[in-house]
């Protein structure tokens, strides 16, 4: 079973402070991993995708890639209350899946003012 | 950039009645296209997947049904209604690139 593990939260952080977001995969196969916010009662919107080893920025966000560790998280610097959301990691299926996303449950993020 | 309409946003139904959702997709020509399922406090559960016109894919056994009868539309079916089919459901499609997916604005399904 290919799956995404996510720490369902919530995680309470201050406004200001770094939020980290955490998610592991069972796939030593997959190649593109993607962030995804979904604020309650709305869909999904990409903010972050990284496919190689490392550190991607953008803006106050930063994803992080360890294939060999089977993990890829998410930085939010200088959280803000509007960061209030759930975040959602996945992963790209290959092969037969190639192009199918799986996904994790996600992480719901609270940033106190 | 491509868009991906679905409507209603919010759907009531009773049991046993039967289901017509639709997506389409603005800006892109042949994506793959996706029906998502999110009961409430849950993650995202992929229902079918279509890569062309009359393409479908099933991920998950039940009684709904997908058709694409045209490239840049996506239809979710039921001819009855299950208490369990309640959720928020999602279109996505792909932005070609491996960039992810897009997804629509999504339809709220209560099945009372």
């Known amino acids: 079973q290919k799956e995404v593990e996510q720490n369902s939260g919530p995680l309470s952080v201050p406004e200001g402070a770094i939020a980290s977001l955490n998610c592991t995969y069972s796939d030593r196969g997959s190649q593109s991993f993607f962030w995804y916010r979904q604020y309650s009662g709305k869909s999904p919107e990409l903010i972050m995708f990284?496919?190689?080893?490392g550190d991607k920025e953008d803006g106050r966000f930063t994803a992080q890639l360890n294939k060999a560790s089977q993990y890829v998280s998410l930085l939010i610097r200088d959280s803000q209350p509007s960061d209030s959301a759930t975040y959602l990691c996945a992963w790209e299926g290959y092969g037969g899946s190639q192009g199918n996303l799986i996904f994790g449950k996600g992480t719901k993020l609270s940033v106190k003012p | 950039s491509q868009t991906i309409h679905q409507w209603p946003a919010t759907l009531v139904q009773p049991v046993g009645s039967p289901l017509s959702l639709e997506c389409t997709v603005e800006g892109t020509s042949n994506p793959n296209l996706y029906w998502y399922r999110q009961a409430a406090g849950r993650g995202l559960q992929l229902l079918f997947y279509s890569v062309g016109i009359g393409q479908i894919s099933s991920e998950v056994p039940q009684n709904l049904s997908a058709s694409r009868p045209q490239d840049r539309q996506f239809i979710l079916s039921s001819k009855k209604l299950l208490l369990s089919d309640s959720g928020f459901y999602l279109c996505a499609g792909t932005t070609g690139g491996n960039y992810g997916y897009t997804f629509g604005s999504g339809t709220r399904l209560t099945v009372v």
């Open positions: 990284i496919y190689s080893n």
